[in-house]
């Protein structure tokens, strides 16, 4: 139910936030296709309100007339800050000043980093711990600490009458439009690229976030970016398995080719990989989108590196995406790579240093000089149906 383009989603629980239609990059690495959503969310019981995040500086405004559709500012009680990073929290400085009886309410954690990003004055902070209780009369809200998903302050809030999660980043995606996920064709792509982009470096802490929630009542899961899930179990189960890194017989191969060759090598891997039933997707680095590889880390149980030599080393873009894949840390078991140099080897030596202390499997590597030969695409045939067999072998966890 709309209602001055505020969302009534529970009773007495509203999603007020903004959509951010237009942007195109997060973080300046992540690309944004489909735009995003800061979600923010208001909470009225018999006795206080409370406001659950905000939204990223340049939307104030809005936030502030979707507050006043349906309270005085001035009747805010808290303002939870379940995450402090600025797409959520920036709009801080700006909320305190016109909900003038608002104490901010964070982690310890959250509270240290309140006073340093947003000058939030000591009296005016709240600390609450795991598993905390804060009444508003007739709604009970419990913070339990999420640290890591995604900074070290982040907690989710849930609303115990409501059984509705307030998960921050957690559970999201970078989507405009919808307001429900149901409302959204291909809502678990995005939050499977969501997921990888934001969340994968963190399996452990995810692991043990999805622990707390156990024993829960979680009818509504209301995050941060993109549409709340009011059937939980769809994003729970999808979490399951990329929290514990479940991967299928799939491979990323991700390459990119100066004159041909390198690809050459490439298209001939996943020609044999498909013949042995592998799903295989292919990235050239010079076309892909960033979001779109990310996704296809989530659950490739191998990756195949494609990688030209240029001025002596490894192409920069090859070494881009290799630093990527080791910062974002999949559940990658298998590699093969495949080099092409004109005058100078080295690359793969190059890429191999980059992987090193990354607990992944070199299959097998190949370093031809020049464009390959019948006797090169043999044995990369051969490779192929080696690395195919090791993906069928492995259970994929
Ligand atoms: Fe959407 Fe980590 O902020």
């Given at each position: 139910m709309f209602e001055g383009n505020v969302v009534r989603i529970s009773r007495d629980v509203y999603w007020i936030g903004v959509k951010d239609w237009n942007r195109r990059l997060f973080d300046a690495l992540i690309p944004l296709?489909?735009?995003?959503?800061?979600n923010a969310y208001l909470v009225s019981g018999e006795e206080g309100n409370a406001l659950i995040?905000?939204?990223?500086?340049?939307?104030?405004?809005?936030?502030?007339?979707?507050?006043?559709?349906?309270?005085?500012?001035?009747?805010?009680?808290?303002?939870v800050m379940n995450h402090a990073e600025p797409d959520h929290a920036g709009a801080i400085p700006y909320l305190m000043k016109i909900a003038t009886k608002a104490k901010l309410v964070a982690t310890s954690r959250g509270v240290k980093m309140a006073r340093i990003f947003y000058r939030v004055p000591e009296e005016r902070m709240k600390i609450v711990t795991d598993q905390e209780k804060l009444s508003l009369g007739g709604k009970t809200l419990r913070f339990i600490e999420a640290p890591m998903l995604h900074w070290p302050e982040t907690m989710f809030t849930y609303v115990e009458e409501e059984g509705i999660l307030f998960s921050c980043d957690f559970f999201g995606s970078h989507l405009a439009e919808g307001v429900y996920s149901d409302d959204v064709e291909d809502l678990l792509i995005h939050a499977q690229k969501y997921w990888g982009e934001?969340?994968?470096?963190?399996r452990t802490m995810a692991q043990k976030g999805l622990e707390k929630l156990k024993g829960l009542d979680v009818k509504?899961?209301?995050?941060?970016?993109?549409?709340?899930?009011?059937?939980?179990?769809?994003?729970?189960?999808?979490?399951?398995?990329?929290v514990y890194g479940e991967t299928k017989q799939k491979v990323s191969i991700i390459y990119v080719s100066m004159w041909g060759s390198t690809e050459h090598m490439a298209e001939q891997m996943a020609e044999v990989l498909a013949r042995e039933g592998i799903e295989v997707v292919l990235h050239n680095l010079t076309v892909t989108d960033v979001g779109d590889l990310v996704k296809d880390l989530v659950d490739s149980r191998a990756i195949v590196l494609g990688v030209p030599a240029v001025l002596g080393g490894a192409h920069p873009l090859i070494v881009y995406a290799t630093y990527?894949?080791?910062?974002?840390?999949?559940?990658?078991?298998?590699?093969?790579?495949?080099?092409s140099y004109?005058?100078?080897?080295?690359?793969?030596?190059?890429?191999?240093?980059?992987?090193?202390?990354?607990?992944?499997?070199?299959?097998?590597?190949?370093?031809i000089n020049g464009p390959p030969m019948e006797e090169d695409m043999r044995k990369i045939v051969e490779i192929g149906k080696s690395l195919a067999s090791r993906i069928k072998r492995s259970e994929g966890f």
């Open positions: 296709p489909r735009g995003t959503s800061y995040d905000t939204v990223n500086p340049g939307f104030e405004e809005e936030l502030e007339r979707k507050i006043r559709s349906l309270v005085d500012p001035g009747e805010i009680d808290y303002i934001i969340m994968m470096p963190f509504t899961i209301a995050p941060s970016h993109g549409p709340i899930h009011r059937k939980p179990e769809v994003i729970l189960n999808a979490y399951k398995r990329w990527l894949f080791r910062i974002l840390r999949p559940p990658t078991e298998f590699t093969v790579v495949l080099s004109g005058w100078s080897g080295g690359a793969i030596r190059q890429i191999q240093e980059l992987l090193r202390d990354f607990k992944i499997e070199v299959v097998s590597t190949v370093e």
